[in-house]
């Protein structure tokens, strides 16, 4: 009985970070980070910007906008120093997401293994993301 307390208790609410009894995945969010950055966002990229507009539906100046646009809004998308140490998420990341499950109709498990972004995290993300280009742009 204690220990169908503890389970309990351990699935409640919870505002991010990790969860007790829940092994830590390294996603090793970095390496993602520079991949796509260098993919599609560097002033050579690896992708040509037809790629990028067949990827995510749209061109890479308009992608950049939003960006720009949705870190302005929400302080959620500027990239922070996580609890641990390291940088976390950039914006690009988060947005990568995000519009990979809007334009695809992506998995949250698709994502995770692409962009290097976890499953609550994606959530929260697409969240975000929808909220502030709802008020941004309508």
Known sequence: MEGERLTIKSHGPHNGGSVSGHAIIDRNIAKGRNQLYRDYFTEMPKYSLKKFLRRFY?????????QYAVENYDPYFVQRMDCSGPMGLSSIQKIAATMRMLAYGASRD???????????????????????ISVIFC
Do not use: C, P, W
Not at 114 to 131: A, D, M, Q
């Open 110 to 132: 698709y994502v995770d293994d692409h962009v290097r972004i976890g499953e609550s995290t994606t959530i929260k993300s697409l969240r975000n993301f929808v909220n502030a």
């Open 58 to 66: 749209m061109r890479r100046f308009f992608f950049i906008q939003i």
